[in-house]
């Protein structure tokens, strides 16, 4: 493990990722106010410690229907269309309000486009079990309690750097001692299944759902949209070992993207792959594109598929998410695969939304 010098001489090799992370939730006078740096990938990524003070949120704090836990901010896998990058802005922006980064450090976080940060510069929370616990006696006290605990709402909790810093287990490990939770994951790791033993025991007292993403059967087009995620087999596989040994889990297909992964043809084929994985359930949405994300995803539209590039443009202008004909039409299209295939006819928002869309519509941007 490399903890950047005081200094920014060179780093300092210490070999207990665990034991420094509870270490550096103390803050002594003389530590300084530049963000440790816990380890370095040879592309250029660095994993940097975040202090935290809660690590469960609240839907009173982000006006969504569920609360949410990130172990990381920032993600490895870095796809074109993720919509978390805001996220991982928003904590830049507060550790440079903070003095944590100096106005010469704050390209570096940013990134040169203002989006490569969120793949190159991953915040690793330090002291997360210990500040779990106290969240979740906040959650049981509170009024919204019955409300569903999300895993991996704007960052992978199985990304690569779960290996080293097992924030995602530390997590599961707390939850797993509760009864009568409602808690949902999502990932695009086969790693999830390293933790079958906890999830089993969530299970056991809980109601559990593991969504594992995958927006296409092609492994061309995810190259392009997913550079450094794995690949659809590997996944699949995943979640034949998640049910095989009895957890619930299946396939969340989203983004699905207008006129690239929307076919019939190409939904079709997931849903039968994922029958095949003997997935419990599959889910689907559309592409949102925020602003924060659009000069992420745009250019690759305006390289790889040209002729969709001002169709998108147009559509989204003005919003973040898909032109509502579009998601009503698309929700149609997802029911009739699920029926044919045998799933329950649902969408993720029947589970973690109150809100749901009539399918009616024609399917077009």
Request: with cysteine; hydrophobic share 40%.
């Amino acid at each position: 493990m490399w903890v950047k010098g005081r200094s920014g001489g060179p780093a300092v090799r210490r070999s207990n990722p665990e034991a420094e992370l509870a270490l550096l939730t103390v803050r002594p006078a003389d530590r300084p106010a530049a963000l440790p740096i816990l380890d370095e990938r040879r592309r250029g990524t660095k994993f940097v410690t975040l202090d935290c003070h809660s690590v469960l949120n609240s839907p009173e704090q982000t006006g969504m229907d569920f609360w949410s836990i990130n172990p990381y901010i920032g993600c490895e896998f870095g796809c074109t269309y993720c919509y978390a990058r805001f996220a991982h802005r928003y904590v830049v922006e507060r550790a440079h309000a903070a003095q944590r980064l100096a106005d010469e450090q704050l390209p570096e976080y940013r990134g040169a486009n203002g989006w490569e940060a969120f793949e190159q510069r991953i915040f690793v929370k330090a002291g997360l079990q210990t500040v779990l616990r106290s969240d979740l006696q906040r959650y049981h006290r509170s009024a919204e309690r019955n409300a569903p605990i999300v895993i991996g709402t704007a960052t992978d909790p199985y990304q690569p750097a779960e290996r080293r810093f097992r924030l995602t287990r530390l997590v599961l490990a707390e939850l797993a001692k509760c009864e009568g939770l409602s808690v949902g994951i999502i990932t695009k790791s086969p790693l999830v299944t390293r933790d079958i033993d906890v999830l089993q025991r969530i299970q056991q007292h809980n109601d559990l759902e593991v969504h594992v993403s995958l927006i296409s059967l092609d492994t061309d087009l995810v190259r392009v949209l997913e550079a450094r995620s794995p690949m659809p087999a590997v996944r699949l596989r995943a979640v034949a070992r998640l049910t095989d040994a009895g957890v619930n889990a299946g396939l969340i297909v989203a983004p699905v993207l207008p006129g690239i992964s929307d076919d019939v043809e190409r939904l079709d084929a997931l849903f039968a792959a994922a029958r095949t994985a003997h997935a419990r359930f599959v889910t689907a949405s559309p592409l949102r594109l925020y602003p924060g994300i659009r000069d992420r995803f745009l250019p690759v539209l305006d390289e790889h598929f040209p002729h969709l590039a001002e169709r998108y443009r147009r559509a989204y202008a003005g919003r973040g998410a898909a032109p509502p004909d579009y998601a009503r039409a698309l929700t149609r299209r997802v029911t009739k695969l699920q029926e044919k295939y045998g799933f329950e006819s649902r969408d993720m928002r029947a589970r973690y939304r109150k809100d749901r869309l009539d399918p009616q519509g024609e399917l077009a941007l």
